[in-house]
């Protein structure tokens, strides 16, 4: 029997709450919050090691200070193909923008599966990095997050801030 792989981890305080980053030698492949719904503990056999993380941690702070509206980070998220497809295109939401679940759909090519678009937008693991907070519903409300509705208009709000120049104004 073959040892685990390794999996680093490490946890980052942020204006929305504490992250745990988790990485493994090809990206990352998990983003969770503290309070998420998705939540669970590290494994026994993962390592906490901050530098590990560096490369992640670095580009999540400039992101929350306002000065990084793009990831450039090695990914390897866990998915079926479909979900995959999905948290693909979400990286192509760009900055401040919002999208609904059916145009997410048209985007990959299956605009009959928004429900199913919706459940691999709920997976995803990489919240923030693969903005699905930029999924909004058709009426444009928003709808379930992992880290919590207050924690997504927090972020769409932040976006909208600094993509018009006013970081600094009240959310």
């Known amino acids: 029997m073959s040892a685990p792989e390794t999996i680093w981890y490490d946890e980052l305080p942020t204006p929305i709450g504490r992250l745990r980053l988790v990485a493994d030698a090809q990206g990352l492949r998990e983003v969770w919050f503290e309070s998420g719904r998705h939540q669970k503990a590290p494994a026994p056999h993962w390592v906490r090691d901050a530098a590990k993380l560096a490369f992640a941690r670095e580009q999540l702070e400039e992101y929350f ?3 990084r509206q ?3 980070l090695p990914l390897h998220p866990l998915g079926t193909p479909f979900q995959l497809a999905v948290w693909q295109e979400l990286a192509r939401i760009p900055y401040g923008a919002t999208i ?3 145009e997410l759909a048209r985007r990959i090519g299956q605009p009959q599966a928004v429900r199913a678009v919706g459940a691999a937008n709920g997976r995803n693991p990489l919240p923030i990095v693969l903005p ?3 999924v909004i519903g058709a009426d444009g409300s928003l709808t379930g997050f992992g880290g919590g509705l207050p924690t997504k208009r927090h972020l769409l709000s932040m976006e909208q801030r600094v993509a018009h120049g006013d970081l600094f104004a009240a959310p």
């Open 70 to 72: 793009a990831f450039a």
């Open 100 to 102: 609904s679940y059916g």
């Open 132 to 134: 699905c907070h930029r």
């Open 65 to 67: 200070a306002g000065a």
